[in-house]
């Protein structure tokens, strides 16, 4: 340990009562200006520390960081979540874990950073991701399944961040399929995901889960002021982002173990629960096609299934949603 590691290590073992910096000082030889110096680093990486005359150093708060110590606080899992990669800047934690997943990451490795610079979206569409403000995160998953299997995670994860939301916050936000969680029609949360496989068997599924969690208004660039929100606009208080992570990973999980043993159906049960998209009208915009109908449910292998106005029903992978109103 350096000084400094070891000044913050007594803080946090102090649970707020004072520590000694002349202690920490003569334990490295160092004099007290230099310890003194450490103090004001910590505040520069966000800690609150207080001084009491004579008795030395006390810590305030700690900062609201997603690091590998504040999510394993809460982290209630077998295996997701159990390795952690963290990172405070990043282009993409999809590109980390891309690689990680090649190089034989154990499954459930989480990637996170507290912001990336080049967030992706589906067909390469950028995701503002800014710093410390929300959950930027890639969980590295290998479920038994074969690969036409695996579109489905996309709803699994959404249906198990859902829940996390709920249990966290309270609210109840709608998930718009396959892969938008809305709160109030506005987006907070985008998923991702990324396939390693072999003809026969999925090799790793890349989880890429976006979360707009502490942003206020203002924090979204303007193109996305009216399509985005966060959790702490919707309940009008600051969220604990590690906290939350946690309850994710615990139910990604979850679900994901439901998957494998028991099939499709009970996590379609619960995706169509939280559906803003069953029952509707919409309009089905793909790459070579534009369909309209009425969303009428997903099918047993995770496709939206669309009653055209002519009557036929079709059942599509992979399209943004546009829902009439
Ligand atoms: P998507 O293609 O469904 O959504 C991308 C669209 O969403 C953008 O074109 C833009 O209109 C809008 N958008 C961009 N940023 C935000 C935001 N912060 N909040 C709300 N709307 C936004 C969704 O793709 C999948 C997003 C996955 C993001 C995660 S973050 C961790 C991982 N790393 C990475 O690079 N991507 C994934």
């Known amino acids: 340990l350096t000084a400094k590691d070891e000044l913050l290590k007594r803080l946090f073992e102090a649970n707020g009562q004072p520590v000694s910096g002349q202690e920490i000082a003569d334990q490295f030889g160092l004099s007290r200006t230099a310890i003194w110096k450490y103090v004001k680093e910590l505040e520069v990486d966000g800690y609150e520390i207080g001084t009491v005359r004579k008795k030395g ?9 997603v690091n590998a110590a504040n999510i394993k606080k809460h982290l209630n899992t077998q295996t997701y979540g159990q390795t952690i990669h963290y990172y405070e800047t990043l282009e993409s934690t999809q590109f980390i874990a891309h ?4 190089n034989d990451a154990r499954d ?6 507290e912001e990336q610079t080049l967030g992706k979206g589906r067909m390469s569409r950028p995701w503002n991701s800014a710093y410390g403000k929300g959950i930027w ?3 590295i998953v290998r479920p038994n399944l074969a690969p036409h299997q695996a579109p489905q995670m996309t709803l699994v994860a ?4 859902t829940r996390a ?3 966290i916050t309270g609210i109840h936000p709608d998930i718009k399929w396959p892969n938008d969680i809305l709160i109030n029609g506005k987006k907070v949360t985008g998923i991702l995901t990324e396939l390693q496989t072999d003809p026969d068997r999925v090799k790793a599924i890349i989880l890429g889960i976006g979360i707009n969690v502490n942003q206020f208004p203002d ?3 303007v193109e996305l002021s009216t399509i985005a929100t966060s959790l702490k606009i919707a309940i009008g208080s600051e969220v604990n982002r590690a906290k939350l992570i946690a309850k994710v990973l615990e139910f990604i999980e979850q679900y994901t173990k439901i998957y494998e043993t028991h099939g499709f159906a009970p996590i379609k049960l619960l995706w169509e629960g939280y559906s803003n998209t069953v029952g509707k009208q919409i309009r089905a915009v793909m790459l070579n096609e534009v369909l309209d109908g009425t969303a009428i449910g997903i099918s047993d292998e995770g496709l939206l299934k669309i009653r055209l106005d002519d009557g036929t029903i079709r059942g599509i992978y992979s399209a943004d949603i546009e829902i009439q109103k």
């Open 108 to 113: 459930g490795t989480l990637i996170i950073s």
């Open 137 to 139: 995160m890639s969980l």
């Open 165 to 167: 939301i709920e249990e």
């Open 99 to 102: 690689d990680e997943a090649q």
């Open 219 to 221: 924090d979204f660039p």
């Open 57 to 65: 150093y006390f810590l305030i708060t700690v900062p609201d960081k």
């Open 158 to 161: 959404a249906v198990a961040v």
